[in-house]
């Protein structure tokens, strides 16, 4: 796709609500992408299976994943006064949730805006202001006086889901995005054009993408897919936390404009070091920058899909997304671009021999 298109997808991608549990703006968004080249199916947790030219039983199969849920939030309670309790759907900091703007999402689809509150310095005490706040601690604010106005008016229930509320932007002149969600929408926009890009030539092998749910709540859209897929080799789309920002220069593996991250190890795979390798030797070949990641915590579902089958080997590749997993984010469309043409790449250098050494 040309630049403009691909931009387009990332911003319809990024902007949409999608936490944890409530992908369905994403899972339409990708069925409306790949309907033209690929065959398309769902199943109950919103995973989207993509499968791409024919299947035939005596091919390799090779699986692209990304998820397509984001961190945000859930509502838990409605206090008296009018505000909600709520709980996190993945991965959150606290002292990174309070002063922003959220949206939740009512049953019947609206989206009704809100704050995300904290009690003002006016009325804390020494001790108070010194305290690392908890998520007990904050409220989202919808602008109501009472409990009755937020079900009547506002038609707010317990269990509504609650989205970052950003708009995403490119910035021109550092080629940079700003948005949320980048994590995992980036590696879904990579996905969708691997598979639009590998659609268009007749492959030996047996292409299917899976945008997968829930895998900020541990993986768990990655699990059923697995029920469904029977992968031979995968590669993992991810938006992966960029560490530039506080690094030291021997120690940034995930840095903006350095090309898309190969993770060798996190807590949860060890990266099958062959495949790994082939990967690196075929970034050097086409001369697609890379970088190498050996992280102390994190989780993929690379986790989940490399542990089924006979041991799939898999590898994550990740595009850099600065401050993951808070309500904003910056990607560098360079390595985006990177990201997904290694993918192409990767999969045009394979062939039988190749994946049976793996
Ligand atoms: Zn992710």
């Known amino acids: 796709m040309v630049k403009q298109e691909s931009l387009q997808l990332i911003e319809k991608l ?35 299976y993509m499968r791409v030219g024919e299947h035939k039983k005596d091919r390799p199969t090779i699986l692209f994943d990304a998820h397509s849920d984001e961190v945000g939030f859930i509502v838990q309670a409605i206090k008296p006064n009018g505000t909600l309790r709520f709980l996190p759907l993945g991965g959150w900091v606290p002292n990174t949730i309070p002063a ?52 009547e008016k506002l038609n707010i229930a317990i269990g509504d889901p609650v989205i970052p509320d950003v708009a995403f932007d490119y910035l021109e002149t550092m080629d940079v995005m ?23 030539k007749e492959s030996a092998f047996n292409l299917i993408g899976t945008m997968t749910a829930q895998e ?10 697995m029920n469904n897929v029977k992968p031979d080799l995968a590669i993992v789309f991810e938006g992966c936390p960029a560490d530039d920002t506080f690094s030291e220069e021997y120690m940034i593996q995930s840095g903006l404009k350095r090309g898309p991250m190969l993770r060798n190890f996190d807590v949860s795979m060890i990266t099958n070091p062959r495949f790994q390798r082939f990967a690196k030797e075929t970034a050097e070949k086409y001369g697609i920058p890379m970088q190498s990641s050996v992280r102390k915590g994190g989780g993929t579902n690379g986790a989940i899909i490399n542990l089924t089958n006979k041991g799939v080997p898999a590898i994550v590749i990740g ?40």
């Open 100 to 151: 922003h703007r959220v949206r939740i999402k009512t049953a019947d689809g609206t989206e009704i805006p809100g704050i995300i509150a904290s009690k003002p310095p006016h009325f804390m005490t020494d001790a108070e202001r010194k305290e690392t706040q908890t998520i007990d601690d904050m409220v989202i604010d919808v602008g109501c006086i009472s409990a009755k106005e937020v079900t």
């Open 14 to 48: 990024s902007n949409a609500s999608g936490v944890s549990g409530f992908e369905d703006e994403v899972v339409a968004i990708a069925k409306e992408f790949s309907a033209s080249f690929a065959q398309v199916e769902e199943d109950h947790i919103r995973n989207v």
């Open 216 to 225: 900020e709540v541990g993986e768990r859209g990655a699990t059923v897919a």
């Open 178 to 200: 700003i948005g949320k969600a980048f994590d995992c929408r980036i590696g879904c926009a990579c996905l969708l054009e691997t598979l639009q890009e590998l659609s268009k």
């Open 319 to 358: 595009v850099p997304v600065r401050y993951a997993h808070t309500h904003y984010g910056y990607v560098a469309y360079q390595d985006y671009e990177a990201a997904y043409q290694l993918a192409v790449v990767i999969v045009n250098e394979l062939d039988q021999t190749i994946i049976d050494s793996f």
